[in-house]
């Protein structure tokens, strides 16, 4: 499982104090001092992250930090009540999920780091995790930045058209402030082009291996963005996807 290394680059977990506070500092960066929400020097922290399992993706050599996330183990659905985007969304119908789950959180990748590779790993990473643990479901808010839904309207059409939570566990609402956009871009065809290059990367990567989308975005004032509740059925990913995930997770 972990760590791997590939090339220049290591996945592990993290190991006390110190790593998650380099995690949180990164966080922080990416999410408010990169865009102007922070002061220099912050910390992004929550209660979630004593419960969560912290991956940290760093140069393999002088171990500079790269990415992280948090992964939250859920032993079934009837613990769903206690994850992050439970705030946001009501995921009754996932209470009843049966199977193992596992809450992806807090994504971020360091702003200056352009390698794809970077991201393979993570990804790889948590492929690993995921098998290890026997997990049916990933699931967690997937941010846009920016919170005006105008800058996002084909990326909201496209997923309309193709990418809605099935009954069987879409959310509802909750948040106080959201944006129904299933309901109000009804009929409306996306300029699939526009859309893709609207879509953050990591609900790009979720779609590409079969994950569906709440049919609204809550609006976060706060931290600027619009966040989708995402949730993937480990058995929906496509096989080709699986075994290339798996290859990097060895």
């Known amino acids: 499982m972990l760590p791997i290394t590939k090339g220049r680059y290591r996945a592990r977990l993290a190991e006390g ?37 912290h991956v940290l993706v760093e140069e393999a050599e002088g171990g500079a ?10 032993a ?22 049966a199977a193992p789950m596992m809450e992806l959180g807090r994504f971020c990748i360091l702003p200056t780091c352009r390698d794809p590779d970077v991201l393979r790993l993570a990804w790889g990473a948590m492929a690993g995790l995921v098998d290890a643990a026997g997990v049916e479901m990933l699931f967690g808010c997937t941010s846009f930045e920016g ?5 996002h309207a084909e990326a909201f059409a496209f997923l ?16 106080a402030q959201v944006y129904p956009f299933a309901a109000a871009l009804a009929g409306r065809q996306p300029d699939v082009k526009r859309a893709l290059l609207e879509l953050p990367p990591l609900l790009r990567t979720y779609l590409l291996m079969g994950g569906r989308v709440s049919d609204h975005a809550v609006i976060d004032t706060e931290l600027d963005t619009l966040h989708v509740f ?11 996807r699986a075994r290339a995930l798996r290859a990097l997770s060895g």
């Open 17 to 53: 104090a110190g790593d998650l506070d380099r995690a949180q500092a990164l966080r922080h960066l990416c999410f408010r001092e990169g865009r102007g929400l922070g002061a220099a020097g912050g910390r992004d922290s929550d209660r979630f992250d004593a419960s969560c399992l």
């Open 65 to 74: 930090l790269l990415a992280c996330y948090r992964l939250l183990p859920l």
């Open 76 to 97: 079934d659905g009837r613990g769903i009540g206690d994850s992050y985007s439970a705030q946001f969304y009501d995921l009754t119908a996932l209470s009843a999920f």
């Open 147 to 151: 919170a005006e839904v105008a800058r």
């Open 160 to 175: 309309r058209a193709g990418h809605l939570a099935p009954a069987a566990w879409a959310p509802g609402g909750r948040a």
């Open 230 to 240: 995402t949730g993937l059925e480990i058995a929906a990913i496509p096989p080709a």
